[in-house]
């Protein structure tokens, strides 16, 4: 079997896995965390994976719709629909703002523009009061969806926050796969070509920005309802790295690429902790207790191993191998 074939059984068992998660002892915060960088990642991947532009930028979509959804719940007292649809507007309008300039470069020059755009977002962000500052937005109410299921209880926030990704997800799909998704290739893989073609490429940079900025700020959006707080790491350029290394280690212009990149690393983050410490035991060496504390080295060495050993990530290698194997196979019939 090839793996477009495959693709439908993976999601459906990955669908399947997430539904009956919490009752299989996952801690649904986590996952419901998981969900969200995951959400972040593949919008990402929209952009560079699809259409071949690198914005170092993606943590002003998460960070600034997070505040503003955090705000628009906590002060204004809007419903959490109303909350996550301001976040996703407020990332399509930033992504509008920082498309609009970057589309007008190539290359470094390019990423450097969202770099510095994301880089004003965060300071704006440190010095205003309705941010909290260094001490971030805190004690973000879930309330209560459409004014009758209370989110309260993380059971039920778990299943809207599995519904909204998976929806978000699935607007990803369909947009990869529309004709506009494949012009967005077309630019990717040759752009004089597709200008050659007639096509204003521009214009349609512009609007995947602005389509992977307004996923990326409901996740940020979606972030802030779960967890209850936007801190200003959300808007740190730190987590722009965070975004590329997701993908990269997942498999860069794959749609599952995405969504396993940001489990590895989400998961090393918060549970590196306890790896270090079953090592230790099992291997009676005491440096790997300290483990916990090196959290960026071990990311950091993941990274340059994908890099080195699996070029095209995770996911990109894994389908690869099922291409070999098909045509292997159809060789020898």
């Known amino acids: ?19 009956v998660a919490p009752f299989l002892g996952a801690y649904p915060v ?4 998981l969900l969200c960088f995951a959400l972040f990642a593949s919008a990402f991947n929209l952009l560079l994976g699809y259409t071949g532009l690198l914005s170092f930028g993606h943590a002003a979509f998460l960070g600034g719709a997070a505040y503003v959804t ?10 959490p629909e ?9 990332g399509a309008f930033l992504g509008l703002v920082m498309g609009f300039f970057a589309i007008r470069r190539q290359g470094i020059y390019a990423t450097m523009i969202t770099l510095a755009l994301a880089q004003m977002l965060f300071f704006a962000a440190l010095q205003a009061p309705f941010t909290g500052g260094e001490d971030g937005l805190q004690g973000v109410p879930r309330g209560k969806l459409f004014g009758m299921i209370d989110l309260g209880s993380d059971l039920t926030m778990y299943y809207v926050c599995l519904i909204v990704v998976v929806a978000a997800f699935l607007v990803i799909v369909r947009t990869i796969h529309s004709p506009f998704g494949q012009v967005l290739k077309g630019i990717k893989e040759n752009e004089p070509r597709a200008i050659s073609l007639g096509y204003d490429t521009n214009r349609f940079k512009l609007l995947a920005f602005v389509i992977s900025a307004a996923i990326a700020g409901l996740a940020g959006a979606l972030k802030t309802l779960v967890l209850g707080f936007a801190t200003l790491s959300d808007v740190h350029w730190s987590s722009s790295g965070h975004v590329v290394l997701m993908t990269l280690v997942g ?8 969504l396993v990149g940001s489990a590895v690393v989400v998961l090393l983050e918060n549970k590196i902790g306890e790896m270090g410490t079953l090592l230790a035991q099992l291997t009676t060496i005491d440096w790997f ?22 070029r095209r990530g995770i996911m990109g290698e894994i389908i690869a191998w099922l291409e070999r194997r098909r045509e292997g196979s159809g060789s020898t019939h």
Do not use: D, Q, R
């Not at 498999?251 to 995405?258: A, D, E, H, K, R």
């Open 70 to 79: 955090g705000h628009s719940v906590k002060v204004w007292g809007v419903t």
């Open 251 to 258: 498999g860069l212009g794959t749609l599952s690429g995405p």
């Open 30 to 33: 986590f996952v419901m965390k």
């Open 289 to 310: 207790n300290t483990l916990g504390e090196s959290v960026t080295i071990v990311t950091g060495l993941i990274f340059v191993v994908c890099v080195l050993a699996f």
């Open 1 to 19: 079997m090839n793996s477009k074939k495959l693709a439908p059984i993976g999601y459906g068992l990955l669908l399947l896995g997430l539904l």
């Open 82 to 90: 109303i909350g996550l649809l301001l976040g996703l507007v407020s």
